[in-house]
């Protein structure tokens, strides 16, 4: 009973319980009479016999070993089973699909900066995606190494890379490391091109690389933040007026109705109350010249002024413009 215990006929196949698995070796090295072999879509089986491939077959579908398998592979196509003679070869199934991964940098990178000493600290943040370019060269490098091959692995092997060649890519044509998001696609297809070529040496293919976002020091992002909004205060005049002519423009086009004329009517009432305040400030800069002695300047006011007398531009209760600097009152 024992005997025929053993020869009962193998099922070949693999299930991919485990996500993320490129390369899987059969458990089984005991081929028996009878045994079957599965393959699924996006996977390739490889025999080999003595460490050595015998066959790679990509077509996914249900064999009969003996009969669609053996006469196809090099050294064993005249393999015959005898009755306690099963074929001792080892199969490795591929997973050709492709596959998406996170990556990010394990530390900060000091990237050269003027007035830095140190560098400036950077994270970068993404994904990429991989797959089994050449299960040959795959196999020729891992077999008898290793019994199977991941994402994680993929992924370590480029995250080992992946500061020198930010450091590189950022460095190259001059540009602003304040900056970096606006040039991020740039910077990811050079670095894609690196990975790509040194993972083509073991058979894995880099069929995308992304970077999502940089992340800068606390006290940067502060900075960045504090210099947008200095900027939106300096245009914001200059917004309104484009604003509101863009909606009069609308307003006198096919969609004129109850709505429109509203609309118009609101615009026209803002713009009156602008050239009322700049008439009133106009008023009150004479008055101010009038009363003040030949040569001298004109005496600021006790409370803050509505717009700047340098520039126009209107003010927040601040004691200087946020524009020109002038001081507004005493």
């Known amino acids: 009973m024992g005997i025929f215990a053993t020869q009962l006929a193998n099922v070949i196949e693999w299930n991919e319980s485990k996500e993320g698995v490129l390369l899987w070796k059969w458990e089984n090295d005991e081929i028996k009479k009878g045994s079957k072999l599965i393959i699924r879509m996006g996977q390739d089986a490889i025999f080999m016999y003595n460490g050595k491939i015998e066959g790679i077959f990509e077509r996914e579908g ?11 592979l090099t050294t064993l196509a005249s393999f015959k089973f005898g ?3 099963p074929l001792r070869a080892e199969v490795l199934f591929i997973n050709t699909k492709e596959q998406l991964v996170k990556w990010g940098t394990k530390s900060a990178i000091n990237l050269p900066a003027q007035g830095l000493p140190g560098g400036m600290p950077i994270r970068a943040f993404g994904t ?8 040959k060269v795959l196999i020729e490098k891992l077999a008898g190494v290793k019994t199977g091959y991941t994402v994680d692995d993929v992924k370590g092997r480029i995250i080992a890379n992946l500061d020198q060649l930010l450091m590189s890519w950022i460095g190259k044509e001059g540009r602003d490391i304040f900056n970096l998001q606006m040039d991020a696609a740039n910077i990811a297809k050079g670095i894609m091109a690196d990975l790509d070529r040194d993972m083509q040496k073991i058979g894995i293919s880099i069929t995308d690389f992304n970077i999502e976002s940089f992340s800068y020091p606390e006290e940067i992002r502060k900075m960045q933040e504090k210099a947008a909004a200095q900027s939106l205060l300096s245009d914001v005049n ?3 007026q484009i604003a509101m002519a863009d909606a009069v423009g609308k307003g006198g086009g096919s969609g004129s109705g109850v709505a429109s004329d509203m609309v118009q009517l609101q ?3 803002a713009m009156g109350q602008q050239m009322v305040q700049g008439m009133m400030h106009q008023g009150m800069a004479a008055n101010n010249q009038a009363a003040a002695p030949a040569g001298a ?4 006011p006790a409370v803050s002024p509505k717009f700047c007398p340098n ?7 601040t004691k200087f413009c946020g524009n020109c600097g002038s001081q507004l009152f005493v």
């Open 62 to 72: 249900r064999y009969d070993v003996e009969s669609d398998i053996i006469p196809f």
């Open 83 to 85: 009755f306690n003679a």
């Open 128 to 135: 990429f995606s991989c797959k089994v370019e050449s299960a």
């Open 238 to 240: 200059k917004y309104q």
């Open 267 to 269: 615009m026209g009432m």
């Open 297 to 300: 300047a004109a005496p600021l």
């Open 311 to 317: 520039c126009g531009t209107p003010t927040t209760g």
